[in-house]
């Protein structure tokens, strides 16, 4: 029992020893000094065990002397608390600042484009992918124009496309200054076209003929002409069939026996009553109707029947 009294006597001795061997000074701004170790710190403040007995209550770092908080600083597990309320001299800081002074920034200005040329001339502007391009439009529609041009005089598309091409704007402009060019049927064509009552136009009636193709009216033994059915499958309606079954009709003037007969068309859509046909094309028959006397055009891909019968029969 005694033994043990011994080493507690001995150990609180050595404690207490200890405890005032590592006793310090902590100064405050206002004067007061607390004596003890440093118990706890963090960045609200400082702990300090008192010699005295027990623990003071949190000092703020901001109320710590310079010389207290330089001990404290000492301790490098305090040290990041305790350094930035260290007052730094004015020569420290400015050796510092230069430390930190940044490098002067060079700036480098970027190179400058060449300004065009402000006294350019029109055709220098050719060369520009614009104006490749500008041209290039120019002569696409320099051989458009030519070929339509080719067509609408009726000359050989080949040949006003190719002096387009070499003479471009010139080419197109001279043949659309040129008469168009007459168009003349094949002595074989003709005579397809006559066959089956039919006969050849003389010079006078070629002359009068207009562009417009309106059919030459063929002088046939029309007496043989009779009421009659023409059903499409039976027949190819195209401008051969209506030339040559009934050239009579082509007449200003009709005469016997087209005189007394009409002309029924029927397509899918109506049935047409004609007197007479005024012209006729590639594609299409134009009729004037029997009771109106108004020009109406009949295309050959819509026609299913066609029929000649009395004019008598038609008005009852």
Not at 27 to 37: C, Q, Y
Not at 206 to 226: D, G, H, I, Y
Request: hydrophobic share 45%; net charge positive; with cysteine.
């Amino acid at each position: 029992m005694s033994k043990k009294l011994m080493l507690l006597i001995v150990g609180y001795a050595t404690i207490l020893y200890l405890t005032v061997a590592n006793a310090a000074e902590f100064k405050l701004v206002n004067g007061d000094i607390i004596i003890g170790t440093l118990a706890d710190a963090n960045e609200d403040g400082l702990i300090v065990a008192k010699e005295a007995g027990g623990f003071s209550s949190r000092i703020p770092w901001a109320k710590l002397s310079q010389e207290t908080l330089k001990v404290v600083a000492e301790n490098p597990k305090y040290k990041q608390f305790a350094e930035p309320f260290i007052d730094v001299p004015l020569e420290v800081r400015a050796k510092a600042l230069e430390k930190r002074k940044p490098k002067p920034v060079q700036i480098q200005m970027p190179p400058k484009l060449d300004l065009p040329d402000s006294k350019a001339s029109f055709f220098s502007t050719l060369k520009t992918p614009i104006g490749i391009a500008f041209l290039l439009i120019i002569y696409i529609a320099n051989l458009y124009a030519a070929f339509e041009v080719a067509v609408y005089k009726r000359r050989p598309t080949a040949i006003v496309c190719g002096i387009s091409a070499l003479l471009p704007i010139l080419g197109p402009s001279l043949f659309a200054a040129v008469p168009a060019a007459m168009h003349h049927e094949s002595s074989e064509t003709q005579m397809q076209t006559y066959e089956g009552g039919g006969h050849m136009p003389t010079g006078a009636e070629t002359a009068v003929a207009s562009t417009l193709s309106v059919a030459k009216p063929a002088q046939a033994e029309s007496k043989s002409l009779q009421p009659k059915v023409y059903n499409r499958g039976e027949y190819t309606f195209n401008r051969r069939f209506f030339e040559t079954q009934f050239p009579g009709f082509f007449r200003v003037v009709l005469v016997e026996p087209e005189k007394n007969m009409v002309i029924i068309i029927k397509t899918g859509r109506s049935s047409l009553i004609a007197k007479r046909i005024s012209r006729i094309s590639a594609n299409e028959v134009h009729l004037v109707l029997h009771k109106s006397g108004k020009e109406m055009p009949v295309s050959f891909g819509d026609i299913t029947q066609v029929e000649i019968a009395y004019e008598s029969a038609v008005e009852k």
